[in-house]
């Protein structure tokens, strides 16, 4: 990943994206599986991660495209639904650029 760590900084100075990213880190613990869809495997419908935060659809797309457009997240379509899953890799390189440049 090419990180864009002001970007990543920027995507996590929120304290609903900050939420979604650590229930991300367990989501068969936050998130029950839906339309047989698991959320391990496949990812977190948007719908979920609305009902997680208490927002309304468009609020929690809207903090998913801030996730993704940083590389926090990764996004796929399955079906009539969009899916997230936490992007391992970015997620530790953010935390080890935080520590470098601190």
Do not use: W
């Amino acid at each position: 990943m090419n990180l864009d760590l002001d970007l990543a900084l920027k995507a996590l100075d929120n304290p609903h994206r900050r939420t979604v990213l650590s229930a991300m880190r367990d989501p068969r613990r936050h998130f029950k599986p839906a339309a047989g869809i698991d959320p391990v495997a496949d990812g977190v419908c948007v719908l979920q991660i609305a009902d997680l935060l208490g927002v309304n659809q468009s609020t929690a797309s809207t903090y998913m495209s801030i996730l993704r457009d940083a590389g926090l997240v990764s996004v796929s379509r399955v079906g009539k639904y969009t899916l997230y899953k936490r992007n391992e890799q970015s997620v530790t390189e953010v935390a080890a650029a935080i520590v470098r440049e601190l």
